[in-house]
């Protein structure tokens, strides 16, 4: 394995924002859990006593209902589950969103009730309302649907990185059926499109609810503490700068770098991914103390989206984060796929999305022979090539250099990928990829003959692809437009600034710093997020001290919410006195 650097790693794989002390109590484990469960309900002073245990989808029910029943053994207990349609009726119900296709779905319109049998909720409540004294305790998907009034409300919460791994060890299924054998890719793609969907719109309808919040995103480790204080931590993280807990992941083009520079397994055949930035999908950790409690990040967003956003994306984005960063690594690997992503149109149509996946690669390390493929050879004959990639499919064999556009690319370069774009970065590359977040909607066209790391083949998307393809996205094009587009705009004492991108076409600006001294930057209500390209690590600081002084390492994205305003950033420890460097991207015309 090839060296890329002879520093120790620094890299932050587990970043916390500390909870003021004041709302500094976590238990730990089930027997203290339940306890101070115990506790609130014998502070409600009526006969009957009822406590809601509303859950994500991807919570072990195993493991916590065993430990609720064990500790509340005279309790009436009901699960959410007994109260839904069968799966029969639940899979006609939900047939359009999910779709009989590989990958793709459509964002779904429904609501928690989706899930549930009128007659079935009905009798439920009923039996409910029937018992005239003790503790009740609904429990599952749903339980503050079925129950909307309650003594004490719990709300046990699950990352998305955790329900994905649940997903690929088969431990959960999708709500409402029993599908834990099925391949993991579909009971993903169900889960994004549909069960995610409608968890998300009842959980902004109840956090403001919330009497304890549930962590037991590490099985048999479960953590409690209450919902004062994860919103504490909440309204604490949209005024600092902040980093979400970054996930990594191997794939079939995966390469060696992050190993070395972000400290991971060396045992691992490698790691293709480092999701960043997404907050759809990466977790924050809240310090309480010495513990980590672990809460989807997204849930910073539905609580405070106009600090976080700013007021401008937040009227044009709602409650979305509209900005993605991950790391893509080739280094010793291989090719990414030959890919398209679709226009704006074609997304809303097809899929129920608001915007696309426009993008761009951040070369934040390359080899000498790394290359980019980029839009289209001049002359290219269209039908020719989508019949090629059909016949692909079954021949294994595509002339991408007879179509495709190929270009080098080295450290710092910044290629363009508005949607319709096609592209593909090579071997031996480190991206740094910005984009705006609908990320799963890549439209693959060719894999390179490889299977991936499930022994399968990836589905290929031919027949969308060819609806989005630019077909004069040619040479000439590319090189004016997309390629290494970076301005001047500004410069003084120990800093330069420049524009990098992205192209007219798309919403997000990016701008990068290179700096020997202190720089002063401003959100100007609009969210601003960064990466280290340059330097062993900086420091982010206020000049107000409105926030504590925050450091970031190389390759570490972070976050800086809207109503910060005025922050600097400075060369700090190993790298004070030498040149460093961050991109920045925000939303176009808000910043």
């Known amino acids: 394995m090839k060296r890329y650097t002879d520093k120790s790693p620094n890299y932050d794989k587990y970043p916390v924002i500390q909870v003021p002390s004041h709302h500094n109590k976590c238990s730990v484990g089930w027997e203290n859990i339940t306890k101070q469960m115990q506790e609130k309900i014998d502070s409600v002073t009526t006969p009957k006593k009822i406590m809601v245990i509303e859950c994500y989808q991807g919570v072990l029910d195993s493991e916590v209902e065993t430990n609720i029943r064990k500790a509340f053994a005279s309790a009436t207990f009901i699960n959410s ?4 349609l069968s799966e029969s009726v639940l899979n006609d119900k939900l047939k359009a969103d999910i779709t009989d296709d590989e990958i793709f779905g459509y964002m779904t319109r429904f609501n928690i009730d989706c899930y549930f049998d009128t007659e079935k909720v009905e009798k439920v409540r009923q039996s409910i309302c029937d018992v005239k004294q003790g503790v009740i305790i609904i429990y599952g998907v749903g339980a503050a649907y079925i129950q909307p009034t309650y003594d004490i409300l719990v709300y046990a919460d699950m990352a998305r990185w955790e329900i994905q791994m649940r997903f690929r060890r088969n431990e959960i299924s ?66 600092t700068p902040f980093r979400v807990v970054p996930f990594f992941d191997p794939g079939p083009w995966g390469g060696q770098w992050m190993k070395q520079i972000c400290g991971l397994d060396d045992d691992q055949i490698n790691f293709a991914w480092c999701f960043d930035c997404v907050p759809e999908e990466n977790s924050l950790f809240l310090g309480f103390g010495d513990v980590k409690f672990e809460i989807p990040s997204i849930n910073l967003v539905f609580a405070y989206p106009k600090e976080l956003l700013g007021d401008p994306v937040h009227a044009r984005f709602g409650d979305e984060f509209p900005i993605r960063f991950d790391l893509l690594d080739t280094m010793e690997g291989g090719n990414l796929s030959l890919q398209v992503h679709p226009l704006t149109e074609y997304i809303q149509d097809k899929f ?36 090629d990639l059909r016949e692909a499919q079954t021949t294994g064999k595509f002339d991408t250099d007879k179509y495709v556009g190929c270009y080098p690319v080295k450290k710092h370069d910044h290629v363009l990928i508005p949607a319709g774009t096609i592209h ?5 590359s480190m991206v740094l990829e910005i984009s705006a977040t ?3 909607f890549t439209f693959k066209l060719w894999d390179w003959e490889r299977l991936g790391l499930d022994g ?14 630019q ?5 000439d094009w590319v090189k004016k437009e997309i390629l290494d587009r970076v301005t001047v705009v500004g410069e003084g004492e120990g800093w330069i600034e420049e524009h990098t991108g992205l192209h007219e076409r798309e919403f997000i ?44 390492h190389y390759a570490e994205t972070f976050i800086i919410p809207a109503s910060v305003g005025e922050y600097t950033i400075r060369p700090y420890g190993e790298s004070e006195g030498q040149k460093c460097g961050t991109l920045k991207a925000y939303v176009r015309n808000h910043a």
């Open 81 to 84: 589950s007994q109260a839904m």
């Open 174 to 239: 999708n709500i409402g059926v029993n599908n834990k054998t099925e391949r993991a890719s579909l009971q993903y793609k169900r889960g994004f499109f549909v069960d995610w969907r409608v968890c998300d719109r009842f959980k902004k309808t109840l956090m403001s609810k919330w009497d304890f919040v549930l962590d037991t995103n590490t099985k048999d480790e479960p953590k409690m503490v209450t919902g004062e204080a994860v919103i504490a931590g909440l309204k604490k993280a949209v005024h």
């Open 352 to 387: 129920g999305m608001h915007y696309t996946q426009d993008e761009s690669y951040y070369m934040l390390d390359a080899q000498d022979n790394a290359v980019v493929y980029l839009g289209l050879k001049d002359g290219v004959d269209s039908d020719a090539m989508i019949d």
């Open 424 to 428: 593909c970065s090579g071997t031996d």
């Open 438 to 440: 609908p990320f799963i």
């Open 456 to 469: 399968r083949p990836r589905p290929i998307n031919v027949e969308h692809g060819k609806n989005v393809i």
């Open 471 to 475: 077909w004069d996205r040619a040479e």
């Open 509 to 552: 600006e990016t701008r990068r710093h290179w700096f020997t001294e202190s720089v002063l930057h401003n959100t100007n209500d609009c969210v601003n997020v960064l990466n280290l390209v340059e330097g062993r690590e900086v420091i982010i600081e206020s000049p107000t001290k409105a926030f504590e002084p925050f450091v970031v």
